[in-house]
């Protein structure tokens, strides 16, 4: 389960861990559930539909797969799996109680989600063999993860017999088994870290598995404060000169170099505010007690070249283990 | 600020005047939509702090369970009810924030709607109680039912509201539509099926039909659940008309000439489909946009020198280093010991790495001391080439993210031309207090990225 607030990019980890888990001829699936098809753009493919896909070859020869999970689908796929219902499920559909059961029924929704991805999980070839050796889910924000993950033990107590009571423990049993790590990225910012801080905290009261941090978009650190505070202090007319003597013009006072040194320094300045304020804020990630991964800022923006890269990293960090 | 829109050129979009559309009294409600993490709740903080500050008689109204609004707020008593935020207002302005409570503010329309014993009856209902404690859409219903309980209350002249941190920014829309079809369904009519549709003559067949999806339902959700639902909705049915009644006039009030709506996104491709998405549905539902507030925009004082040059530029430097010091690796220890205040010239201690550095100095010395002229000394140079060379790299990253964001801005840009832009510079920390949502509040009327 890769989880993160909003904007910290825990799509992209998703996909990034997908493929660096598909390795030596391994099989990944990788599942959307929140109908954004953002699987799809982030590998330039067209809209997934509601069926599992291979969508990338990871480099070694292993696959990853991607299924993006509708809510509508899964539940006439699981009426049909466990009581034959074809023409009773339209006719269900009919009447709005599909999107009842979906869209307004508390957590059912939640529930089939979770549920279609413990089928996963757990389903075998003829062989015996698990089809997929991981599944990794692209979850709700970490706002919502401990609701969305604990939803079946909610439902299992709203269903206190019966088929849903049955399925939603099945799924409960799943996901807190060590089988399952939910993992959660972050950026080195303030409210990305409270909420990571937060989001442990309610996973570990809920009893389900906390994996990893995973920091995300970590910016490379050219200048450290010391050099920052020469250059904007006694260095001023030596930065104009060299950077005159780098062919970027006058280094006269009103000269195009000389003219350069405030933005440059200001910058240098912003830069070094951040730095100070990712070194707090990787001490409070240290301090929650929970390994984490790194994943470096792709100057260029997101790419597929760039998700390979990352995933490349994230192999060499799992495998470091 | 004399008019709404100012068009710059062709290539720019036309500028949102933040400040014109807080200033007209015709504005009644701002709703801030977008798609999470791009910085909604700040910018609605932010406009109530500039509204409040320009005279008006504003509320924030914010969904999101994270409390980040008490927090950029630098308060934490944000309830239900709105309450008044000090030393904000200006000119007779004020502001008052509050945070949604969902389950409250569900069981407040119960107890309104129903008579004490039939509302007890909702509220202990289990299934009543799941539903209100915050499943997938009922953020949404409570913030619209929210929005016109504080519109109808007449206290404020300027109603900000933050929206869910949903899935989809769509959800605000939807999900009040979706609650009105499920209490006008079919669905309802089967549930309720055993005490409403039986005994009516004419109706046998589609009795028949009805009784075998209950015995289905049943099987399905286990007869308890059942119950707890067929319970659920019997109760409420007297007030599914008058939910029915607030949904849509709520909905009616959003299309209405006073509100404005604010797509938020940051300069990410995700957060701008998202927006095109939005800005594309409130068209279809003649909801009116005022415009586009992109936060975290970056800019630079020098945006004259292209990352190409910088780069350039910066390994001429380097490259000084190497060729007048043998190795380059030398110049940039020799100056990460010149800036840490280590003084080549008077080594202080006798320890081993200061010795080496020493040692590495004094070769230096021999080399290059000849070439210095002026009043710098050649290791001053050398400093401050890397020093410089390190400036012009981080302002070429600076260069390559300013290009990157404006594409993904033109992508949007060239899709709905029409749409005014308030583009919000990157702040370099978090916000979480009065001066910072000033700030923001600053940056956001300006509507340009300010400089670095």
């Given at each position: 389960?890769?989880?993160?607030?909003?904007g910290?990019?825990?799509?992209?980890?998703?996909?990034?861990?997908?493929?660096?888990?598909?390795?030596?001829?391994?099989?990944?699936?990788?599942v959307?559930?929140e109908g954004?098809?953002?699987?799809?753009q982030?590998?330039?493919?067209?809209?997934?539909p509601y069926?599992?896909?291979?969508?990338a070859?990871?480099?070694?020869g292993?696959?990853?797969?991607?299924?993006?999970i509708?809510?509508e689908?899964?539940l006439?796929?699981?009426?049909?799996?466990?009581?034959k219902l074809?023409s009773?499920?339209r006719?269900?559909?009919?009447?709005?109680?599909?999107?009842f059961?979906?869209?307004i029924a508390?957590g059912?929704?939640?529930?089939?989600?979770?549920?279609?991805?413990?089928?996963?999980?757990?389903?075998k070839?003829?062989?015996?063999?698990?089809?997929?050796?991981h599944?990794?889910?692209d979850?709700?924000?970490?706002?919502?993860?401990t609701r969305?993950?604990?939803v079946?033990d909610e439902?299992?107590?709203?269903?206190?017999?019966g088929?849903?009571h049955?399925q939603?423990?099945?799924?409960?049993?799943?996901?807190k088994?060590?089988e399952?790590?939910?993992?959660?990225?972050?950026?080195?910012?303030?409210?990305?870290?409270q909420?990571?801080?937060?989001?442990?905290?309610?996973?570990?009261e809920?009893?389900?598995?906390v994996?990893?941090?995973?920091?995300?978009?970590v910016?490379?650190h050219?200048l450290?404060?010391?050099t920052?505070?020469?250059?904007?202090?006694?260095?001023r007319?030596?930065?104009?000169?060299?950077?005159?003597?780098a062919?970027?013009?006058?280094?006269r006072?009103?000269?195009?170099?000389?003219?350069?040194?405030?933005?440059?320094?200001?910058?240098?300045?912003?830069?070094?505010?951040?730095v100070e304020l990712?070194?707090?804020?990787?001490?409070?990630?240290n301090?929650?007690d929970?390994?984490?991964?790194?994943l470096?800022?792709?100057?260029?923006?997101?790419?597929?070249?760039?998700?390979?890269?990352?995933?490349?990293?994230?192999?060499?960090?799992?495998?470091?283990e | 600020?004399?008019?709404?829109v100012?068009?710059?050129?062709l290539?720019?979009?036309?500028?949102?005047?933040v400040?014109?559309?807080?200033?007209?009294?015709?504005?009644?409600i701002?709703?801030?939509?977008?798609?999470?993490?791009?910085?909604k709740t700040t910018t609605?903080?932010a406009l109530g702090?500039?509204?409040?500050?320009?005279?008006r008689k504003?509320?924030?109204?914010?969904?999101d369970p994270?409390r980040?609004?008490?927090q950029?707020m630098?308060?934490?008593?944000?309830?239900?009810t709105?309450?008044?935020?000090?030393?904000?207002?200006a000119?007779?302005?004020?502001l008052?924030?509050?945070?949604?409570?969902?389950?409250?503010?569900?069981?407040?329309?119960?107890e309104a709607h129903a008579?004490?014993?039939?509302?007890?009856?909702?509220?202990?209902?289990?299934f009543?109680?799941?539903?209100?404690?915050?499943?997938?859409?009922t953020?949404e219903?409570?913030?619209?039912?929210?929005?016109?309980?504080?519109r109808?209350?007449?206290?404020?002249?300027?109603?900000?509201?933050?929206?869910p941190?949903?899935?989809?920014?769509?959800?605000?829309?939807?999900a009040?539509?979706?609650?009105?079809?499920?209490?006008?369904g079919?669905?309802?009519?089967?549930?309720?099926?055993?005490?409403?549709v039986?005994?009516r003559?004419?109706?046998?067949?589609?009795?028949?039909?009805?009784?075998m999806?209950?015995?289905?339902?049943?099987?399905?959700m286990g007869?308890?659940?059942?119950k707890?639902?067929?319970?659920f909705?019997?109760a409420?049915?007297?007030?599914f008309?008058?939910?029915?009644t607030?949904?849509?006039?709520?909905?009616r009030?959003?299309?209405?000439p006073?509100?404005?709506?604010?797509?938020?996104a940051?300069?990410?491709?995700?957060?701008?489909?998202?927006?095109?998405?939005?800005?594309?549905r409130?068209?279809?539902?003649s909801?009116?946009?005022?415009?586009l507030v992109?936060?975290?925009?970056?800019?630079?004082g020098?945006?004259?020198?292209?990352?190409?040059r910088?780069?350039?530029?910066?390994?001429?430097?380097?490259?000084g280093?190497?060729?007048?010091?043998?190795?380059?690796?030398?110049?940039?220890r020799?100056?990460?010991?010149?800036?840490a205040?280590t003084?080549?010239?008077t080594?202080?201690?006798g320890?081993?790495?200061?010795?080496?550095?020493?040692?590495?100095?004094?070769?230096?010395?021999?080399?290059?001391a000849?070439?210095a002229?002026?009043?710098?000394t050649?290791d001053?140079?050398?400093?401050?080439?890397?020093?410089?060379?390190g400036?012009?790299?981080?302002?070429?990253?600076?260069?390559?993210?300013?290009a990157?964001?404006?594409?993904?801005?033109?992508?949007?840009?060239s899709?709905?031309?029409e749409?005014?832009?308030?583009?919000?510079?990157?702040?370099?920390?978090?916000?979480?207090?009065l001066a910072?949502?000033?700030?923001?509040?600053?940056?956001?009327?300006?509507?340009?990225p300010a400089?670095a």
């Amino acid at each position: 389960m890769v989880s993160g607030k909003g904007g910290t990019g825990k799509t992209t980890v998703a996909a990034a861990l997908a493929l660096a888990l598909a390795r030596e001829g391994r099989r990944t699936l990788l599942v959307e559930v929140e109908g954004r098809q953002g699987l799809a753009q982030l590998f330039g493919a067209e809209a997934l539909p509601y069926e599992e896909r291979k969508i990338a070859v990871a480099p070694g020869g292993g696959e990853v797969f991607a299924l993006a999970i509708d809510a509508e689908r899964a539940l006439l796929d699981y009426l049909q799996m466990f009581y034959k219902l074809g023409s009773a499920g339209r006719a269900l559909k009919k009447l709005g109680a599909i999107d009842f059961a979906t869209t307004i029924a508390p957590g059912l929704r939640d529930v089939l989600l979770t549920g279609k991805a413990c089928e996963a999980v757990r389903r075998k070839d003829k062989t015996g063999r698990f089809v997929y050796d991981h599944v990794i889910m692209d979850a709700p924000p970490t706002g919502r993860i401990t609701r969305f993950l604990n939803v079946n033990d909610e439902v299992a107590g709203l269903a206190r017999f019966g088929p849903i009571h049955n399925q939603a423990q099945a799924v409960m049993k799943v996901l807190k088994s060590p089988e399952t790590a939910v993992h959660l990225v972050t950026l080195l910012e303030e409210m990305p870290v409270q909420e990571t801080a937060d989001g442990i905290a309610e996973l570990r009261e809920a009893g389900l598995p906390v994996g990893r941090v995973v920091v995300n978009m970590v910016r490379p650190h050219h200048l450290d404060e010391d050099t920052l505070r020469a250059a904007a202090g006694d260095h001023r007319a030596g930065v104009a000169q060299a950077l005159s003597r780098a062919g970027l013009g006058g280094s006269r006072r009103g000269g195009l170099a000389e003219r350069l040194v405030d933005p440059l320094v200001a910058q240098a300045a912003e830069h070094a505010g951040r730095v100070e304020l990712e070194r707090t804020q990787r001490a409070v990630l240290n301090g929650l007690d929970v390994p984490a991964y790194e994943l470096p800022l792709l100057g260029t923006g997101m790419d597929l070249a760039g998700l390979y890269a990352l995933a490349k990293d994230l192999r060499k960090q799992t495998v470091a283990e | 600020m004399s008019e709404g829109v100012d068009t710059v050129g062709l290539d720019t979009p036309p500028r949102l005047a933040v400040d014109r559309l807080l200033d007209d009294p015709e504005t009644r409600i701002i709703v801030c939509c977008g798609s999470g993490g791009v910085g909604k709740t700040t910018t609605a903080a932010a406009l109530g702090v500039r509204a409040a500050g320009r005279g008006r008689k504003a509320v924030v109204l914010t969904i999101d369970p994270a409390r980040r609004l008490a927090q950029s707020m630098g308060i934490d008593s944000l309830d239900n009810t709105p309450r008044k935020v000090d030393s904000v207002g200006a000119d007779g302005g004020e502001l008052h924030a509050m945070m949604l409570d969902m389950k409250r503010t569900f069981d407040e329309i119960v107890e309104a709607h129903a008579d004490g014993e039939r509302a007890q009856a909702i509220l202990a209902n289990p299934f009543y109680q799941s539903l209100s404690a915050g499943f997938a859409g009922t953020q949404e219903y409570m913030a619209m039912e929210k929005l016109g309980q504080l519109r109808a209350r007449d206290d404020w002249d300027l109603i900000i509201v933050d929206t869910p941190p949903s899935r989809s920014a769509l959800d605000f829309l939807d999900a009040p539509k979706r609650l009105g079809s499920f209490l006008d369904g079919k669905f309802i009519r089967v549930l309720m099926a055993p005490a409403k549709v039986g005994g009516r003559a004419g109706m046998k067949f589609l009795n028949v039909g009805m009784s075998m999806m209950t015995g289905t339902l049943s099987k399905l959700m286990g007869a308890s659940l059942l119950k707890d639902v067929q319970t659920f909705v019997a109760a409420m049915d007297t007030m599914f008309g008058g939910f029915r009644t607030r949904a849509d006039a709520t909905f009616r009030l959003l299309q209405a000439p006073g509100t404005a709506f604010l797509v938020v996104a940051a300069p990410e491709p995700d957060a701008l489909r998202e927006a095109a998405y939005f800005v594309e549905r409130l068209a279809a539902e003649s909801m009116p946009l005022a415009g586009l507030v992109l936060n975290r925009v970056h800019g630079s004082g020098a945006d004259q020198l292209s990352a190409e040059r910088a780069l350039a530029a910066a390994e001429n430097l380097e490259e000084g280093c190497i060729v007048d010091q043998e190795s380059g690796k030398a110049g940039l220890r020799d100056a990460a010991a010149e800036a840490a205040g280590t003084s080549a010239e008077t080594p202080e201690t006798g320890s081993p790495t200061a010795a080496r550095d020493t040692a590495e100095v004094d070769t230096y010395d021999e080399d290059g001391a000849h070439q210095a002229d002026g009043t710098d000394t050649a290791d001053d140079a050398i400093t401050v080439d890397v020093i410089t060379a390190g400036l012009l790299r981080l302002h070429a990253e600076r260069m390559q993210v300013i290009a990157r964001e404006r594409r993904t801005r033109d992508r949007f840009t060239s899709l709905h031309p029409e749409v005014a832009v308030a583009e919000v510079a990157a702040l370099p920390g978090d916000v979480h207090d009065l001066a910072g949502l000033r700030a923001i509040g600053e940056r956001l009327a300006a509507g340009v990225p300010a400089g670095a």
